[in-house]
């Protein structure tokens, strides 16, 4: 008894996470958003390792509009682990906390030059080990470049929506993805993401949440719902 009402409280009704639930709600994400990808612009995987570390705390859009100079700059890990700090701030300026980001791309390029002959480490564990890398850097690279499920990418988006649908009651990236990871399928975890990311852009926004419009409107409970068809 007591660790069922520990589940309950973890992740809300226990209705909420029944399978039956959440297939219908992987089915109808698949339904609207088939093709979901990642929105970073990239080539390979140093492109999309460098660009998903530039685009924490900004827009996939702002990030692509820096890229394009930064890698015809430097396109690849060596060129990047010579440049000049100065001048990678001055190009990331505008992605916001450029020192740091600048600083890291810097250093992820160096390590891989240095330990990994200047390919990007297809590993949860050797990802980590690169700065500026936590779960969700890792994540995203290997999930749209390697197609390996090895998480869940955790972005506002996907933690505010997931909590939406009574899918976690957390509020850590860390803990809402062991809570997606115990209730959704493993071949589903890298286009969950995408789906939810497409979806939170254009319906489910933070603020005021197109619930009319919404696929997913009769099989959500949220409290802040702006429109319920019963």
Partial sequence: MPRRKAARKRFGAASDIAPERVAAILSRLDRKYPKARCALHHRNAWDLLVATILSAQCTDARVNLVTPELFH??????????????ELESLVHTTGFFRNKAKNIRGAAQRIVDEFGGNVPASMETLLTLPGVARKTANVVLGSWFGVAAGVVVDTHVLRISRRLGLTSNTAPEKVEQDLIRILPQERWIDYSHQIIRLGREICIARKPRCADCQLEDLCHSGDKTWRSS
């Fill in 73 to 86: 700059r430097f396109p690849t890990p060596a060129a990047m682990a010579a440049a000049a700090l100065p």
